[in-house]
Structures are given as C-alpha cells and as structure tokens.
C-alpha cells in the first residue's frame, strides 16, 4: 500500500532528510499502553518547514522525540522505516544516534529553563555542545559560542556569555538555546513549541529568526506546535494530528483553504481571530479530546465529528481514506468537507 | 450597555517591595500598576491587554479588592472599595467577582464541586444544604454541566469543564461584574471557543459587565467593547474595539496587532509586518519618560526625557504617545 504521508508534493528540490515510515510509540503504563503515536508518516526536506499541529496529547512532540531518542525508558518505539539521509536510524548504535542528535537534527525545547543547566555560563554550555561535536580547541570553542549568540540576536554576545542563565529574561533565554542548537550547523532544526512560553512580540521575533537561521544554514524546520496561526504564517507544509495519529497532510494553503479533515476544519471555524468582526458567536468542538487509554473506537474523532457516519465509530480512516485526486486526509468523507470550506477561511473576515 | 458607570479605577498605583541583602530591608520597589483609570458600565466588555509583566493581573485584584491600591482608588458602584467596612465590603463582594486563569489551582481537590459551589451561598446568604445544592445543580446547568457533576471531585474534570466550575462559582451570588483573568489561556485550542461563547451567552442573560484580561488580542477583540492597552504598568491606549483594532495610534499597540498570528496564509503573506526589537524592560527600573521608548522605532529625545500623558485627542480615544499616528493594514 502506498504511503500518502511519504508522498509530499516536490514542490522543493531539497534532498529528502528524514522519512519515518509507520511510526508507532506506545508508553508502557500500569493503567495499560499508551499508544502515543499510532502509524505516522512523512518526510522532511531540505530547505521546507514542516508543520507538525495538534492538541495536548496528540503525539506531536512524541513523534519527534522518538526520531531523536529522547523518550523515557517506558517508551517502546517502532517503525517500518526510518532514514535519516538514507541512513536508517533505528538500526544505528546509541553513539551514531548521539552524534545525529544535536550535530544534525537539533532540538529546541518550549521551555529554556529547563533546557539549559543553572549552574553553567550561557557561553560555556554553547561551546560545550560544540566541542563534543567538533574538533577544535576550547578557545575556538568559546569564540564560536560567542558568534553564535550574535547571530541570534543576542546584544553584546561577549559579555553575555559570561553570564548565567538567570541573568537572561524568557526571549533571551529562548535565543540562547538556539544559539546551542545551531551551534554545529545542523540539517534539520526541531523546534517544539518554540514560542509558546514567550510574549506575542517576542514570539514575532524568533520565529522571523528561525526562518532566517534555516534559510542561511540552508536546512530545513520541523515546527511543532498548536498554534494554528502560527503555521499559517511560517510552513509550507503541514501535517495535523489527533489523538496520536495523522488526519491531514498537505501544503499550507492546502490544509488552511482545501480543508480535507472535519478536525481541522472544526479546529479553524473555532477560532476568534483577530480580522473578526467580533459579534458572531464561534463554533466550538463538542466534547474534550479523548485519553489515550480509552480511544474511541474507529475514527478517534468520531464522538466530536460534526459530519460522523455509521461507519466513523468501526473502521479506522488512515490518510488513504479520503481518496485519490488531493491531499492526503483521514477521513472517509473528506470530499464533504471540502465542499464548503471556503466560508471557513477566505469568507470570514 | 446603559451609561451608568459600574466600576470605576481612578489613579490607581500598586507598588510591591523588592526586599533584600541581610536584614530584608525594602531595597526598591516594583510598581506593577502606575496610575491606572478605566471606568465599566453597566453591561459591557472592557478588555485589558498586555504582555506578562504588564500589570493586568494586579490590576484584576486590585479592582476586585483582592489587594489594596497603593494610592488612587476602586470605586465600585459608586463606593469606594478600600474604605468599606469588612461587613460592607462582603455585601460588595456578592455582586463582584473574579474567575482566575489556572482552573487546576483555583478548585480546592479535596472539595467536592458541589460544595465549592454551595459554598458562597452559605457563607453569603446563609441558606442551608438542601436550598443551597438546588441553587447549585441549576448553576451547573447554566454553564453547560449537569446536575450529577456535584458529587464529583475537580480531578475528574479536564480543564475546560473546570473553568466552567469557576465560572459557575462566580455566579453563583448574581454578581453585576466579574473581572475574568486569562479565563481560556490555560485551555487546548479546541475546547477554548466553548468558554468564549459560554461567558457571552452568560452576559446577555444576566446583564453582566465584564474586565477580561488577557494576552491574547484575538479573544480580547472578539469579547470586548472597549479596550485598554497595558505596558509596563500604564495604560497606553484606550478605545472602542474597532478604534483599537483598526484605528490603532499607539506604537506599542501597533506591534502588538502586527505580531499576532492570524490562522490565514494569505493575510498572513500580505500584513504589514512591525517586529520590536529586544524584550520588556525591568519594572523595579522602568526606562524614563515613555516606557516604551527603549523599545518604539519613533523614539526621540524628547520621549526619554518627558512622559506622554494618556491624552484624548477628540474621538474618545485617549493614546499616550508624543507621535501618535494611524498605520493601516496591520491586521
């Protein structure tokens, strides 16, 4: 069967860095396994941003730890595949997977705080990161920490580096670890709620920086988020997810204007944007989204699906389901979604 | 809406002490709140925006009486709150009311919902258990739970169906206003648009007269009449909706606009596009002058060594700013 998830337009040359090919991450817990991420697909290339968006709990961020090996050891990770240029990942030993985590993919983490250690300077944690990767010296390791917060912005980067991370207030914070990200010029930045901890105009900000950053180390971006906003303005591709599994999967303007997913089309009508008129009321989605130990049976959205069918609640859609001629959706009734989603977006405002 | 002013902040101030060295000493002082005035009316929306560290949610408190104003004051229906007697200001406190942000942390876990919401009721009003849990089911279906949820304990709730406990707890004395404190923030996406229409829903019933503070301009835009725009502790600009969010004069409400995400690719290609430099001074050492100054790419000299005052130029639409100035297509 082919893979829609793999199968992105190549609307960009980019070599094609990662590919995960039916990914499966369940959490063993007392109460039962957790299946976080149940049969993800998709493929990054260089030079794109790939969106990842969902709720709490729908496996973003878990997808992406299990590419770099970040989970607790509860975690089991399978997959049928998964390349990192053309190398595959899940035969790789622990000390291959420690020299492509940080010096190839990269991390950035929602929270600075927690990512960068209290005790250290700012510049030495940067240089640190370099000189496990690198070999140079630990003089020409300080002066590469040093250019690396200049080129994220950071105000007097000499005098910075001397400073601990206290010293730095949350978009300073942000920068600094992204700074230590960058720091070995990596091919694919993960960016996991980068901005959510920040204020509206530092978020501005470092997003802009992200997209400079990726076009100038000629990589490409992987943005988890839940901010659909956020991802109108920066992707060109995105990928939905819900309760663990992929439901859209498309370019940007096809995802936001040829909605193919009642999930994603519930999520965009439910949302105050600020070009609205602010009178009419919004449409929320009923109900919550569901524990990951007691997943609804068929299509995981079925309970809160506006359009649900007999057939929602007994088999499960994969991204196959929507048909042939568009965008990959997981949705039996996709084409029903599609027709009228130009009042979701284009005829609001 | 009426004319008839329900609350009313005049020149308010709270200052906290930053205390310090060997024998705590006050060593300087944060003044999160600087002379702030906004005024409700019967029946509206007034929204209050700001990024962290602004000072709305001091404000909120202060307005609700939660803390004392350092100087200025809260008038509440035409009395001023901080010189109210206990049993008067308890007789106040029915018909003014506050819901907060973290739904996990505002419900006591050991509390049965029903009896966190019987609970004002008894202290209040002094009704007995079987009086007060009629009260209680009938609350829990206006804000869209229903009536078994009373025997439960918070912990079997999600976020959402919390914030709809606080916001039953609020109404439960029939106040007149309730400042709502980042009432969604804490929420996920999808379950965010059932509150908003809830808390709207619940105005037009009940006549009710809001303060929402929040960071989000989206939801603040969608709910509000009026809004005030927060910086460091000031109100930087004031005005009806449309006046804020298409007529907007102030630099720092400009950015603020132009920074916010819309879920639109197109708009979002084609939006006029004003990216700050840097981050949110220190409020124990605000910048002099405009505080904003450090920040605003139209900063001269004369904005570091003189403030601009909250003037309203016509319009009702008061802007602190030397060089006010309409910029269109931000949003």
Known sequence: MSDPGLESPPYTEGEVLLSVRNLRTRFVTEGGDVPAVNGVSFAVRRGEVLSVVGESGSGKSVTAMSILGLLPPTARIEADQMLWRGESLLDAGEARIRQVRGAEIAMIFQDPLSALNPMHKVGRQIAEMILIHEPVSKKEAASRAVEMLNLVGIPQPAKRAGMYPHEFSGGMRQRAMIAMAIACSPDLLIADEPTTALDVTVQAQVLEMLLRLKDELNSALMLITHDLGVVAGISDRVMVMYAGRQVEVGTTDQVFYRTRHPYTRSLLRSLPRLDDRGTDALTPITGAPPSLLRLPSGCSFHPRCPLVKERCSKDVPDLNSGGLGHHPAACFYADEVSGDTASVVGGRS | ?331
């Not at chain 2, 200025?72 to 308890?90: D, I, T």
Request: proline share 6%; hydrophobic share 40%.
């Open chain 2, 1 to 331: 809406m009426s004319d008839e002013v329900l609350l009313q902040a005049e020149h308010v101030v709270k200052e906290f002490p930053v205390r310090g060295g060997l024998l705590s000493r006050t060593v300087a002082k944060v003044s999160a709140v600087s002379a702030v005035s906004i005024e409700v009316k019967a029946g509206e929306t007034v929204g209050v925006v700001g990024e962290s560290g602004c000072g709305k949610s001091t404000l909120g408190r202060v307005l609700v009486n939660l803390l004392r104003p350092t100087a200025g004051r809260v008038l509440f229906e035409g009395e001023n709150l901080s010189a109210l007697k206990p049993a008067a200001m308890k007789e106040k406190r029915r018909r003014l009311q506050i819901v907060f942000q973290d739904p996990f942390a505002s419900l006591n876990p050991r509390m049965k919902i029903g009896d966190t919401l019987a609970e004002p009721l008894r202290v209040h009003l002094g009704w007995k258990a079987d009086k007060a849990g009629a009260a209680v089911q009938d609350l829990l279906v206006q804000v869209g739970l229903s009536a078994e949820h009373a025997n439960r304990f918070p912990r079997e709730f999600s976020g959402a169906q919390r914030q709809r406990v606080g916001i039953a707890r609020a109404l439960a004395l029939e106040p007149s206003l309730i400042v709502l404190d980042e009432p969604v923030s804490a929420l996920d996406v999808s379950v965010q648009a059932g509150v908003v229409n809830l808390l709207q829903e619940l105005q037009r019933v009940r006549h009710l007269s809001y303060v929402f503070l929040a960071h989000d301009l989206s939801v603040v835009g969608h709910l509000s009449d009026r809004v005030a725009v927060m910086y460091l502790g000031k109100v930087v600009e004031v005005g009806d909706r449309n006046q804020i969010y298409t007529r907007a004069q102030h630099p720092y409400t400009q950015s603020l606009l132009s920074a916010v995400p819309i879920p639109d690719p197109e708009r979002q290609r084609s939006r006029r596009r004003i990216v700050l430099e840097g981050d949110v001074p220190s409020s124990v050492d605000p910048p002099s002058g405009c505080r904003f100054r450090t920040r605003c790419w139209k900063a001269t000299d004369k904005c570091a060594a003189e403030e601009p005052a909250l003037v309203d130029r016509g319009e009702d639409h008061p802007v602190a700013c030397h060089y006010p100035e309409v910029v269109v297509a931000l949003v």
